[in-house]
């Protein structure tokens, strides 16, 4: 049985509206993306939704109080909310670099979570 | 501390991304002086607070996030020795006579002049009394932006459980913020029909959460003395008044709102510039040159972007004819042409264009003033069709651009009109 389902790419901020072709949980086809991330992005919210992750990580001695962060690839979607409230509990020191690892591997996903910033 | 020269090729006044590549496109262009002040204690301007992701796509190739976008844009100034960068230093006012007045603690009062000048201000949020909200005024209610600058740079957090008034991309970003923090969000109430926010961030902050979106409602009512409470919400007809019998309660201790954008237009109604009563920014030629020869603006001063890409972009073409004119390369010989948008098109930018003889590549920012499908945007001067595309959706909270060919340009006439054709 196939079904179409109508979706939002969110890769970019075109927002191309796709119509997706799902036959037996696999998308057998994909129309309406401008671009070759939004087949692939149709793909993944079909079988496994994936999501980037930014928030903040406390920061000592810097000239803010907040290091803002981002994991490096996208995250499992279901994952996301159990790496925000472990993010919440992390303490860095300044100074810090732009893309510096603050935590590796985090919840063993295989995703590194880097600084987005500098913090002096 | 470094002395300040009397007279700059250009001044700029606002270091976020419009100024910082404003600056760097003046440079690449032939500027041999170029100052940029900016109030606040670092560059970058609001994308400091936006550490989303999402930027960067179009101009760097490459996805950022905003602190990260902001450090591209600084790193192209850094180590120029003919881009001077103030921060700390807020501008008081620009006189005619293109005098930047400024004061900053390293150096007090400080009065510079530039060849010309760009205004990069950028814009602020309405606030509560752009609305009016019956109640007391009680404690939590807060601007969505002043909240990301709370949670993502200052360290706390103003409540925890949340009503968001508005779904521009602000508050649709902060919805998910806060979910991300251990909070609540109850819901995100919007008084249009449709929400004002990119659908990218309807999907992955408010559907990802299962965060409810209520068109057509707002705020009747917030209750609290000290702290707010809870809210009474009400649906709204079409002209936007509440519907009786319609109320409804939600409880919450903190409201946010995201009721939209204004472009920070102090220092240029100072100086009189001609203001465009939509964008609420200054009337910009396709160089970005407003209604006073040698004064430029650019980026979210001119009209709202809700792409920090494009605003480099409109910073560029500042920037570089800004340079042009300070070196007196700049050809006068132009025809001047009105841009007007018409029919279903809410704002064009620019509005007005100084063609030279020889043509040159236009490209106009649209937005339209309702959500559309399978419509035809036009791009007509007098009978001549100069352009027309097929838009499969457009929606007022995306910018739309189209590129007119510099060959294009010698069929236009003293007049250009952009409408949407709905029969097509
Ligand atoms: C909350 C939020 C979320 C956003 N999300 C996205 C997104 O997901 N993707 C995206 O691409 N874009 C996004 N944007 C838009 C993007 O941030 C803006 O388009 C961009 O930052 C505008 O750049 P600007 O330089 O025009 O203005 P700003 O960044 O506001 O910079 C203006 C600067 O001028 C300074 N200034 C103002 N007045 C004076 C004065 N009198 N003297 C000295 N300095 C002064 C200010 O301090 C400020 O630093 C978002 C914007 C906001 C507010
Ligand atoms: S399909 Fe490509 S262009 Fe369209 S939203 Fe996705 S990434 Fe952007």
Known sequence: ?120 | MKELKDLYDIVIVGGGPAGLSAAYSAWQNGAKSVLVIERDRELGGILQQCIHNGFGLHHFKEELTGPGYAHRCIELVKDKSEIECLTDTMVLSVEKDKTVVAVSPDHGLIKVKGKTVILTMGCRERTRGAIRIPGERPAGVFTAGAAQRMVNMEGYIPGHKIVILGSGDIGLIMARRMSLEGCKVQAVLEICPFSNGLTRNIVQCLNDYNIPLYLSHTIVKIHGKDRVNGITVAKVDEKMRPIPGTEFDIDCDTVLLSVGLIPENELSRGLDLKMHPLTNGPVVDQHRQTSLPGFYAAGNVVHVHDLVDFVSEEAEIAGKFAALEAQGKLDGNTKFVTVTAEKGVRTCVPQCLNLPEAGEQVRLFMRVANPERKVKLVVKSGDNVILQRMLPVAKPSEMIAVDIPAAKTELIGSSLTVFLDKEA
């Open chain 1, 1 to 120: 049985m196939s079904e179409t389902r109508v979706m939002n790419c969110i890769m970019c901020p075109m927002g191309c509206e796709m119509t997706v072709t799902i036959d037996d949980g696999k998308v057998v086809d994909v129309k309406g993306n401008t671009c070759p991330r939004g087949a692939k992005y149709a793909h993944d919210e079909v079988t496994a939704p994936k999501r980037m992750l930014t928030t903040t990580v406390r920061v000592e001695g810097g000239m803010l109080p907040l290091l803002p962060v981002v994991s490096e690839t996208v995250l499992p979607k279901e994952k996301v909310l159990d790496c925000a409230a472990y993010l919440r509990g992390v303490t860095v020191k300044a100074p810090v670099k732009t893309g510096d690892v603050i935590v590796e591997d985090i919840l063993g996903l295989g995703v590194n979570i880097i600084a987005s910033r500098d913090m002096l």
